[in-house]
């Protein structure tokens, strides 16, 4: 569904991580903070500042086979990832009975994933009878119904959720938007491109091969069916660039004028199991419509379509969601494409790991409460919130002085920057999960309690305030992220330790690393979608009309910018579709520089092995980026994922800022030289 959360990096990535193991991994970068046997010097920081920074690293890194990238993120990941297996390591090295209820979940939940033998004894038992129901199906509105029960998780063309009011952020709602491929995003159906021409092809294969294990005929037939579907779906769907447009994707309505906006789809069967009271006690309930002008096109096709065709399709994503928990044909099949198709990797992350993840994913907040005992001392939160302090005072001084902007917009912008939330490390009220069902010997019916357990904690709420003390993500989650709804930016466990951030590393490198991610979540608040949200968490516009057009303006050739970028020989970056990561990326840089000014309190940094306090400063910006993607990771994220690929973050960002010209006296006829202006500078 929409988002809410605006992340630092893709949580998708997660995966693409590489070996390493405590503050082990963290030798490399030296006494103070950089690692400079990674740099490649004989690189102009003008004509690659990515490759200068990193480029002897580059050289040499081998990507792991289980893995799709490696790099500082991913290198800290499988800190997290380690550490998350020896919290479930060290539970199951104590006696049963002394563990409390959480912790027996958590337990049974990692063993029975673990348990590989007892998942292939099973078979198929485990689904026989959602495969039974499916099979079962006679009607459309049957097909409806089986979409919507929240309990299987079924896919569909039309995707719900219950998230918060854009335009009342105290109230909950319940948000409507496209869904239904089984590849990636609609490119991947619709691009002209051999290389996602040989993936079309490889993903009919895969349908096939599923109906085949499944032990259905007419697996090509099928597959071709399932396919046909899909892409008719993909054609009627916004484009990825639109659908981020807040302006665009907020369309409150009634029931009835959802019903009378796509009359095709049967919303009554649809929502019958969900348990969403359209028609209770409140009248007046909406909902949100995101992409509108798809719904019709959408509910045509879903009545177009056979009820055989729905069934199959049905079957094989059904599979597709649970093949990690059913029997290993299964499960290697959906790696084979979704794991080496498409990402390149040549075997599947080690089980204990993806146990690991699905404990995260499940009682995230259980194994959170775990993993901040362990390893984030009260000491380390209270550094983080020092630094936050920092990086806010800087953006404060930085509204102040705004040339492009008009006393009465920077009034409202300093306003809503005064009334930020800060959470960093853990939530201070831990979620409760008592009411979640774990079963040592039923793996299948766990993961639908899972699911079923979160959707019926949502749903209770419905219609009470907003909590705002809610997280996002969980505390073991390299990530950091702004959520507009609530005009605040948050902090997990995970991301506040080295290569980030380090106690004992250089300041100029601290604030260029933890500092420009600070910085870019406090910058998306001001991006271009975020914008739009005033200090309340809004959606309310608090620009003049000049100020507004200016800013647009910025954003614009901040856009032309990074669509001239090419990751791939003929794939370009969509710069309206990266918009908001890219604008956070050149603002946070550029607020984390002056914050790291101030905080020289007047005192002139010191040079450290010949660098000075700014070449120190971006090259820790420069080596947060540090990252290596196989093609096939590489194509998925420049199609389908908000955030520019790493090396083009590092050289986005740091051509824009005045001072690093300065600090390493580019020139023009360096690759990346960017007259004065054309550098595009907004906070």
């Known amino acids: 569904m929409r988002r809410s959360l605006i992340a630092l990096t893709c949580l998708a990535a997660s995966a693409a991580i590489t070996a390493a193991h405590g503050q082990a991994a963290h030798t490399e970068y030296g006494t103070w903070g950089v690692d400079t046997a990674a740099m490649d010097r004989s690189v102009k920081p003008g004509d690659d500042f990515f490759l200068y920074a990193n480029g002897t690293w580059y050289k040499t890194a081998v990507i792991p086979p289980d893995r799709s990238s490696t790099g500082s993120f991913q290198n800290l990941r499988i800190l997290s990832e380690t550490r998350m297996q020896e919290i479930a ?38 689904a026989r009878a959602d495969l039974d129901m499916i099979t079962d199906l006679k009607t459309l509105d049957d097909v409806a119904a089986a979409i919507g029960d929240q309990r299987t998780q079924f896919d569909g063309p039309i995707g719900f959720g219950i998230g918060i009011n854009d335009k009342d952020p105290n109230a909950y709602s319940i948000n409507l938007g496209q869904a239904g491929l089984g590849m990636p995003d609609r ?18 294969k895969h349908l096939a091969a599923m109906f085949t ?30 659908r981020r447009d807040e302006d665009k994707v907020y369309n409150p309505m009634s029931y009835a004028e959802l019903k009378a906006l796509a009359p095709q789809y049967p919303w009554d069967a649809f929502f019958s199991r969900s348990g969403l009271p359209l028609n209770a006690a409140n009248a007046r309930r909406q909902v949100i419509v995101a992409e509108k002008s798809a719904f019709p096109k959408l509910a045509q096709i879903f009545a177009d379509t056979p009820v055989a065709t729905w069934r199959d ?25 979704y794991g080496t198709t498409l990402q390149g990797n040549a075997q599947q992350l080690a089980r204990s790991a993806r146990a690991a993840h699905l404990l995260d994913g499940l009682m995230g907040e259980a194994l959170g409460k775990l993993y901040v005992a362990k390893y984030f001392p009260p000491e380390a939160k209270a550094k983080a919130v020092e630094l936050v302090d920092n990086l806010l005072k800087a953006y404060d001084a930085d509204i102040r002085t705004l040339a492009w902007m008009t006393p009465a917009t920077r009034e409202k912008a300093a306003y809503k920057l ?15 999960y008592s009411a979640y069902v774990v079963k040592r010997d039923d793996l299948l019916g766990d993961i639908q309690r899972g699911g079923l357990f979160e959707w019926n904690r949502q749903l209770r709420r419905l219609d009470l305030p907003v909590d705002k003390t809610e997280w996002g993500m969980t505390p073991p989650t390299v990530n950091a992220y702004n959520n507009p709804q609530g005009n605040e930016i948050v902090f997990p466990a ?39 949200f005033d200090a309340t968490g809004a959606f309310n516009n608090w620009w003049t009309p000049d100020d507004l057009k200016a800013f647009q303006a910025k954003t614009a050739a901040l856009g032309a910018q990074y669509s001239a970028y090419e990751p791939l020989p003929g794939l370009h970056i969509n710069g309206a579709f990266t918009m908001g990561e890219n604008i956070a990326d050149n603002a946070g840089i550029a607020i984390a ?22 070449q120190r400063f971006y090259l820790g910006f420069g080596q947060v980026w540090r990252g290596k993607l196989r093609d096939g990771a590489l194509r998925q994220q420049v199609l389908s994922n908000e955030h520019s690929p790493p090396a083009f973050r590092a050289i986005g960002a740091t051509r824009n800022q005045d001072a690093w010209y300065e600090a390493f006296d580019v020139k023009p006829g360096d690759k990346y030289y960017l007259p004065p202006d054309q550098r595009v500078h907004l906070w």
């Open 89 to 126: 390591a060290s539970l199951d090295a104590r006696p049963y009975d002394q563990l409390n209820d959480e912790e027996k979940k958590l337990r049974d939940l990692y063993d029975a994933f673990m348990d590989r033998t007892q998942i292939d004894a099973n078979g198929l038992k485990p």
């Open 187 to 204: 490119d991947y159906y619709l691009r002209d491109d051999k290389d996602l021409a040989a993936t079309r092809d490889a993903y009919k």
């Open 213 to 242: 294990l499944v032990g259905m005929d007419d697996a090509d037939k099928r597959a071709t069916a399932v396919y046909d579907l899909e892409h008719k779906i993909a054609e009627a769907e916004w484009a990825n660039a639109d």
């Open 313 to 337: 399709y049905l079957t094989v994503h059904y599979l597709h969601t649970y093949a990690a928990y059913l029997p290993k044909a299964f499960d290697a099949e959906d790696f084979a494409f």
């Open 418 to 432: 005064h009334h930020f939330g800060v959470k960093i490390g853990y939530p201070d009220h831990w979620r409760d």
């Open 494 to 532: 995970a991301i506040m330790q080295p290569p980030f951030f380090d106690a004992n590393a250089d300041d100029a490198v601290n604030y260029g690393s933890i500092g420009a991610v600070i910085g870019h979540e406090i910058s998306h608040g001001f991006d271009d979608q975020g914008a739009k």
């Open 593 to 614: 520089l002056k914050a790291y000014h101030i905080s020289l309190d007047g005192r002139k940094a010191p040079v450290i092995d010949g660098f000075s306090g700014d």
